[in-house]
């Protein structure tokens, strides 16, 4: 039973534009989510997160929005760019993070064509 | 200061056997957790260890087992290898248990054959 799903395996954005990756979950108890940037050969890397009582956190280029009544969340990129050509992976947490057991997604390949 | 490693990197093993993957956290974390990686499944978390004990654990078959030592190192342990443990197996550590601070190593790649 997947509890945290990324519907759209890959996504292409051109240089410049907005990339959006999208994650929905079904456990209504997840109170902290996460997105995480996987490089080839790499381990994941911690990007951006979000408690459950907020509908929007920002870090410079990345914001991650909540809508917990849709129990979905997505990722913005502003302005995408070639090296964040990765694959992204959103995770989710219960105890407000305060605990390393994540759920993750299955991932959406970003390609940033230049 | 180093990051996660992960011992070996690449290993490859026959169905039935077992294997050992070690893992060195970041100096002074003392939270150790451990993922597979399969296509299509995504990250699914094995267990966490916390100073030696077994903090949280995911839902895989006793086959997997686990432990940490009294340095923080974690080794993890699968037993009558069965091709679909093939995976990449990630490390992460931290400082304590919180997720945000939580780094990764670059993994352990299985195949059985």
């Known amino acids: 039973d997947q509890q945290v799903k990324q519907n759209s395996p890959s996504l292409s954005v051109q240089e410049g534009r907005i990339s959006i990756l999208n994650c929905d979950y079904t456990n209504s108890m997840f109170d902290y989510f996460l997105w995480y940037k996987k490089y080839p050969a790499e381990g994941p890397t911690f990007l951006i997160s979000?408690?459950?009582?907020?509908d929007k956190n920002e870090d410079g280029r990345f914001t991650v929005f909540l809508n917990k009544s849709a129990k979905h969340l997505s990722l913005h990129i502003v302005p995408s760019q070639p090296g964040d050509s990765a694959v992204y992976f959103c995770?989710?947490?219960?105890?407000?993070?305060?605990?390393?057991?994540?759920?993750f997604g299955t991932g959406t390949l970003l390609a940033v064509q230049p | 200061k180093a990051g996660v490693t992960q011992t070996p990197r690449y290993l490859i093993k026959t169905r039935g056997q077992q294997v050992t993957l070690s893992c060195s956290p970041i100096?002074?974390?003392?939270?150790v957790s451990w993922y597979q990686q399969t296509p299509g499944q995504g990250l699914q978390f094995l267990f966490e260890?916390?100073?030696?004990?077994?903090?949280n654990k995911g839902n895989f078959p006793g086959r997997f087992s686990g432990r940490q030592f009294s340095n923080s190192r974690s080794e993890m342990n699968v037993s009558t290898l069965e091709l679909g443990d093939s995976a990449l197996y990630l490390c992460?550590?931290?400082?304590?248990?919180?997720?945000?601070?939580?780094?990764f190593g670059p993994g352990t790649r299985l195949t059985v054959l």
């Open positions: 260890y916390f100073s030696e004990t077994q903090r």
């Open positions: 992460a550590s931290s400082l304590r248990g919180s997720s945000t601070e939580q780094f």
């Open positions: 979000i408690s459950s009582i907020k």
């Open positions: 995770a989710a947490s219960l105890y407000g993070g305060a605990t390393n057991k994540l759920i």
């Open positions: 100096s002074g974390h003392r939270s």
